[in-house]
Each structure stands twice: as C-alpha cells, then as structure tokens.
C-alpha cells in the first residue's frame, strides 16, 4: 500500500529517496514518483507507472537536498503517471499523500472555481491546491499546510516540500502512520521505518492530530491544537538482514521455509518444561489475563484466518471466544459483556481498519486491548495494553505464511494461559498443558518435515495450473485452514478459490463440482475424519478431482481420481499449524507455472493504510 519517504540533508538525497522507495516495495504498490528541489531551487518532478526501476531510471539526472517521494496503491483514480505522487500545484508546491480525503470533491470544485487545473483523479490533488492557495494569500509552507489540514476530512499522512521555502518539509498525520528519522544534521520522514534503515536508527512517531517542521538540523512537531508537542525519540531494531532472498527465487518461498526458525523464535523463552511462561508476555501480562474471562479478536485478511483456528482453542478450553473482521466490527453496535478481553492481529501493525477497530474498542469497555503483532515499532502495538510479538521476522512476500503460523503459535500460547484460569489450574498447568508444550517444542522438526512434500506438491501443482476456479475443503479447526489455503491460491495464482466446511458441500457447492473443478481437502486424524470421508465421497460421486492431504493413518488413498499425500500423524493441536504447510507450498507452485508476481500480486498490498 502506499509509501512515503522525504530527505533534507547537506548531500544529494535522490538515492536516498530511490533506495527508500524500493525498501517499501514490499507493501504493494502500482506507480511512484518523486519530487527534488534541484540545485537551481526549481521543482523537479518525476512519476512513472510500474515499478520503482522504472521510476530510477528516469531520475539519474535529478540532484538537490530536499525531497518527497512516493510508492501509490491506486484507490481514487487509475494507475497513470498523472495519478502518481507527488502531486503539484503551481510548479510551487508539491505533496505525497498516505490515506483518503473524503471532501475531495467539494474542495475540488471550490477550488475549480478559484481557478486551479486538475491533471489528475486523484483525492489528494486538492490538498496541494489548498496550500497553494493559502499560501498564494500569505501564509508560510507551516501555516499553509495547518490551515489545509484544518479543511480536510478523512485520513492522511503528508510530506510537503515548496520551492518557495527550501529549507524544510512539513509532514502532517492524522489516522495514516508517519515518522520522524532524525540523522546527523540530516532529517527524513517515512510512512514506516523499513524505509529509512540506512540513514536513521532514531526516530519519532507522529500522533493522529500532529503536524511536524523538519529542517536539516531541528524537528519541531505541533499537536491537533497547534501546542508544541515533544515525542518519544525511539530507536529502531530493524536492519537489512531479513531483506536479502539468500538464493531462494522468491521471497514467500524463502519465508514457507523459514517456517522452522520463525516458530523456534516464537517460542524463544515462552515455555517452561511443561508450560507455558507468562512473565515473558510482559509486565502487566498476569494481571491482564486474570481479568480475562471472554475473548473478542478482531483482525483482517490472513491474520483473521488465524483467529478463526483459535477459536476452537479458546472454546475447547472453555474461554468464549468470538471473531470478527475489524472493517465489519467498525461499523456496527456492540453488547460487551464484563471481562472481555479485546484481542487484535495483526502482521503489520499497521491494518488501518484493525487500528480503527482498536481506537474504538477503547471505548466500550473491554477489560483491556492485547495485540498479536510481528511488527515491534508499528502503530497496533504502541496502542495496545500488551503486545505479544511473533517473532517471525520481517515478511516481505504479500502473501502472508511465515506470520500466520507464529500467530497460531502465539494464540494456542495465549489460550493456555487462559485456559489455566477459567479451568482453575495452577501455573505449571496439566497433562493437557503438558501434552501440548512438548508438541509446541516438536513443532519446528514437524514443520520440517511437512516442508519434505515440496517434491510431490509440485507434481500435484501441475493438475491446477490451467484450472479457473478451486474449492477448498476441512471440518472443524481445519475449516479455517482450508480458507487460509484458498486465500493463498486466489492472492497469488489468480485463480478462483472458495473454501467451505466440508459439511457445507451439500447446501450449495456440490452444484459446481465436476472433473474441471479441483477440489483440495485437508484430513488430518480427528474425530470428524469420519464425517469428512462422507463428505469426499459426496464429492467423487459426482465425478469430482480430489487432492487430499491426509493423515498416514487415515485410510486415504490415491486411485484414478483421487491424489492423495501422506502428512505424518499430528497432535490434534498443533494439527492446523502442520496442515498449512502444504497448502502454502501448493499456492507457490501453482503461482510458479502460471508465471504471476508471487511476492507482489497484482493489486494487492502487504500494509493495508486505507479503508
Ligand atoms: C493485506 C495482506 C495480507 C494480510 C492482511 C492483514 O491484505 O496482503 O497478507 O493478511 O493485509 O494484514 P495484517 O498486517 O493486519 O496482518
């Protein structure tokens, strides 16, 4: 999704802002651009659709101290060069904008009427015009971009450079992440961090409301009313290590494989010989369980799939739990009841729907907020009452694996500790406690094993390269599986994948099967293994093609139309971290025949900022 850098410094800040546009790749995007107060103080203005080598090779001859750049993910207005960031307005002012302004209109027809040419589609044009205009009748870069601010509805973050004053940016936030990288007698902002990891470790985190003066050499930030504010100066953690493919082809391969390591870590120092550990949650982790009796997850995409597992945890340990999409939960009346304990995921910390639900789960009574989240410096986290990080590491593939499986990690960890109090345990917990401690620390070699069908799974792969659409099939904890593996298929390959409760088939579904349609199951050996094999069979009465990952045990078997292939035996538990393996494996080859982008699928961001 959209990205932002800007740079004032003493040297020339075009690479900067190249580099720092490429290091935010990662989030999605389909056009970018920059603009460079150039050495003879004009503004020099260069966009391009596709990807940031594009946008380089149109820069080699730009060079000046003092620029804005942007990654854009389309919303209002095509992907074009005239719809790229930045945006002008009298070859004096130019804007990079992260979010949506929802009075674009009549701003744009206000300012049609005072004279200003549109050359774009775009929501954000009219915020360059505004300060422009205000600009145009007296006020400083500082004021003009306040009083701007002040008339716009919806959500931003912004970074504003005029060639009338060079020896500044302004950025302003409200409801759209932006900070402040402070260098040596150099400054940048960035919509996240990973932008700025050569040039800046210390940095400050803007708040909704806030808007910041950044020279070279001094960063002064004034909140929603106009106070001078300090704010927290932090220290990132993130470096280029996790940034390079190491020989794999992709980055979601490289991260489907990494699987082992990012669970390891996960579990880095959570587990006691047979339990689990609170105290490494955090300080305030006890005391925000112990009021914990009910559970509401709110979360977006593939985190949302994790919370759908963990909802069986959670329930078969006796915690109600309930899950919901955050851009659905936003926008409705909720009952709480006491003692709820308001759980968000989150990969990036930065879903602005899954943040929005936060800010207003604040105020309906929820016990406390706790965040599952990959991503240490991100907005959820610092809102939240506890985070719990997964430590998968950074994820740069848009489809999401490596995150998914820690958060299941993390949130069978979190249902044990509950688990223990609506249960009336003690800390050291019980043989079912026990039981699933050694398998969490198995989980690793589990997961390496499962890593062994790739050979076979790219076999299988071949049977849905040419195929248009998929269903995905599993019964109970597995359900969602099979939607996290449909979601994985659809995101990458582009072909159309539904997932259904097997038990579903038959009110719906079983109408579009036929030997066209693939269908995909998981069946693990669980007490529905029985029902499923019913609901396989209804299947290939119907002349159905079945792909199976079955237990070893299960009585599973490969014939003519039915390729089965063999999982180890699993623990119940951790059964729906195992059974994802392949499905993320299946995804990745079947995107690999059919020659798609797999790290960055068209039209999709890896950080979702916008409505
Ligand atoms: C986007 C990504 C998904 C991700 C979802 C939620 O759609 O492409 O991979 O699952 O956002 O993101 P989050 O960072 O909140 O987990």
């Known amino acids: 999704m959209c990205g932002i850098i800007g740079a004032i410094a003493n040297r020339d800040i075009t690479s900067v802002l190249i580099d720092g546009l490429k290091r935010l790749e990662y989030r999605g995007y389909d056009s970018a651009g920059l603009a460079v107060i150039d050495s003879d103080g004009e503004l020099d203005l260069r966009r391009s ?51 949506i302004i929802e009075n674009h209109e009549s701003l744009r027809q206000s300012q049609k009427e005072m004279g200003f040419p549109f050359s774009s589609e775009t929501d954000t044009e009219v915020i360059v015009h505004q300060i422009d205009h205000h600009m145009q009748n007296g006020a400083d ?29 302004i950025a302003a936030r409200n409801g759209s992440p932006l900070l402040i990288g402070l260098g040596e007698d150099e400054n940048f902002i960035a919509s996240d961090m990973s932008a700025l990891i050569p040039v800046a470790k210390q940095y400050m985190v803007l708040e909704d409301g806030d808007i910041a003066d950044v020279t070279g050499t001094t960063v002064d930030i004034y909140d929603r009313d106009r106070k001078p504010v300090q704010r927290k100066v932090l220290v ?22 990494e699987q082992t390591r990012a669970i390891t870590e996960t579990l880095e120092g959570r587990l006691g010989a047979n339990s689990v550990l609170e105290i490494p949650f955090g300080e305030n982790a006890k005391e925000i369980f112990d ?8 979360a977006c995409g593939t985190s949302y799939n994790a919370a759908c597992v963990a909802r069986y945890w959670f329930e078969e340990f006796g915690i109600r739990c309930d899950v919901e999409i955050a851009s659905e939960y936003r926008y409705r009346k909720h009952v709480v009841n006491d003692g709820t304990l308001f759980v968000t995921i989150s990969q990036s910390g930065e879903t602005l729907d899954t943040m929005a639900a936060l800010e207003m789960a604040k105020g309906l009574g929820y016990s406390n907020t706790l965040c599952i989240c990959n991503a240490p410096e991100s907005s959820l986290a610092r809102a939240s009452d506890l985070t719990i990080f997964t430590h998968a590491g950074r994820e740069i593939g848009v489809a999401s694996t490596k995150a998914f499986t820690t958060q299941l990690v993390t949130l069978l960890m979190l249902a044990i500790c509950l688990r223990r109090r609506a249960l009336n345990l003690s800390a050291e917990g019980d043989k079912i406690e026990h039981e699933i401690v050694l398998e969490l620390r198995s989980l690793p070699s589990q997961i390496e094993h ?29 359900y969602p599986i099979a939607v996290e593996g449909a979601l994985k298929l659809k995101e990458i390959s582009y072909i159309h994948a539904e997932a259904y409760a097997a038990g579903e088939l038959k009110h719906g579904p079983l109408a579009l099967v036929d030997a066209d349609m693939p269908v995909v199951a998981v069946a693990p050996n669980n007490e529905l293994l029985g029902k499923l094999k019913s609901n396989l069979e209804e299947v290939r009465a119907r002349g159905g093609r079945l792909f199976v990952f079955a237990d070893i045990d299960s009585g599973i078997h490969s014939d003519d139309d039915t390729h089965v292939l063999h999982v180890a035996p ?39 900022t916008v409505e």
């Open 291 to 298: 009021a914990a009796r009910e559970i509401k997850i709110i």
């Open 236 to 257: 990132s953690s993130l470096s280029d290590d996790e940034t390079s493919l190491d020989g794999y082809a992709h980055f979601m391969k490289k991260e489907i494989h």
């Open 141 to 169: 870069l500082l004021c003009a971009v306040q009083n701007t601010v002040d008339e716009l509805n919806g959500a931003y973050g912004l970074g504003v450079v005029s060639k009338q004053d060079t020896s500044r940016i």
């Open 450 to 478: 499962a890593l062994g069908l790739e050979d076979d799974i790219i076999a299988m792969s071949k049977h849905f390269a040419d195929r248009q659409h998929t269903l995905f099939l599993g019964r109970g904890a597995h």
């Open 570 to 608: 699993v623990n119940n538990y951790i059964a729906p971290i195992i059974y994802t393996i392949p499905l993320q494996l299946l995804s990745y080859h079947v995107a690999l025949l059919k020659g798609t982008d797999i790290d960055k699928p068209r039209n999709l961001a890896k950080s979702v």
């Open 49 to 99: 659709v596709g990807r940031v080598v594009a946008l380089e090779k149109i820069c080699s001859d730009i060079h000046g101290h003092l620029g804005i750049a942007h990654t854009r993910w389309a919303t209002h207005g095509r992907p074009a060069e005239n719809n790229a960031h930045p945006h002008t307005s009298s070859h004096q002012v130019a804007v990079v904008h992260n979010g």
